[in-house]
Antibody
Framework: QVHLVESGGGVVQPGRSLRLSCAAS????????MHWVRQAPGKGLEWVAV????????YYANSVKGRFTISRDNFKNMVYLQMNSLRAEDTAVYHC????????????WGQGTTVTVSS | QSALTQPPSASGSPGQSVTISCTGT?????????VSWYQQYPGKAPKLMIY???KRPSGVPDRFSGSKSGNTASLTVSGLQAEDEADYYC?????????FGGGTKLTVL
């Protein structure tokens, strides 16, 4: 069964860093791109970043460019999101999602991990 | 990267049909046949309902259908059922990025 499980969320002060992880299982991880998508409390979905299947191509939303870095380890079936210089507006549930259909469609989602940026 | 425009809410009675619109620009919705729709229940992860404008993943009822005209995509839910009450989000490929709509809360009266 295809499964994505995020971890690493928590409460962090503004300006600090946090690294999220996403463990994948049930599919050939190394052949799919992966996304991070976030949802602020009571708000809609916001795309954050995508990484290609082999890790060579990475793209980011303007709101996180230069602060967040997406990476992956195809040996461990893991995708990561390194978040630096965190701001209050980064507070959200962060989901990882499998890039499984053409046009960056996301066919499998994790339940998410919560990040709260607060002093 | 402005969000796609969706109506905040939509509603219909059981058995009726409801259509939710999603308006973008020629740089996203109008430029590619890569519109997806997601269903999300409160506190749950989103679920892919439609991709490539009108294709349904296996397991999604054929009551859900998608279409596109110009810069506007639409999701139609026919034969509304109580379990269709949820939030619905459109998204579009926008050239190395993804743009989501603001979401529409569908209420089954």
């Amino acid at each position: 069964q295809v499964h994505l499980v995020e971890s690493g969320g928590g409460v962090v002060q503004p300006g600090r860093s946090l690294r999220l992880s996403c463990a994948a299982s049930g599919f050939t991880f190394s052949t799919y791109g992966m996304h991070w998508v976030r949802q602020a409390p009571g708000k809609g979905l916001e795309w954050v970043a995508v990484i290609s299947y082999e890790g060579s191509s990475k793209y980011y939303a303007n709101s996180v460019k230069g602060r967040f870095t997406i990476s992956r380890d195809n040996f461990k079936n893991m995708v990561y999101l390194q978040m630096n210089s965190l701001r209050a507006e980064d507070t959200a549930v962060y989901h990882c999602a499998k890039d499984g259909v053409p046009g960056y469609g996301m066919d499998v989602w994790g339940q998410g991990t919560t990040v709260t940026v607060s002093s | 990267q402005s969000a796609l425009t969706q109506p905040p809410s939509a509603s219909g009675s059981p058995g009726q049909s409801v259509t939710i619109s999603c308006t973008g620009t020629s740089s996203d919705v109008g430029g590619y046949n890569y519109v997806s729709w997601y269903q999300q229940y409160p506190g749950k992860a989103p679920k892919l309902m439609i991709y490539e404008v009108s294709k349904r993943p296996s397991g999604v009822p054929d009551r859900f259908s998608g279409s596109k005209s110009g810069n506007t995509a639409s999701l139609t839910v026919s034969g509304l059922q109580a379990e269709d009450e949820a939030d619905y989000y459109c998204s579009s490929y926008a050239g190395s990025s993804v743009i989501f709509g603001g979401g529409t809360k569908l209420t089954v009266l």
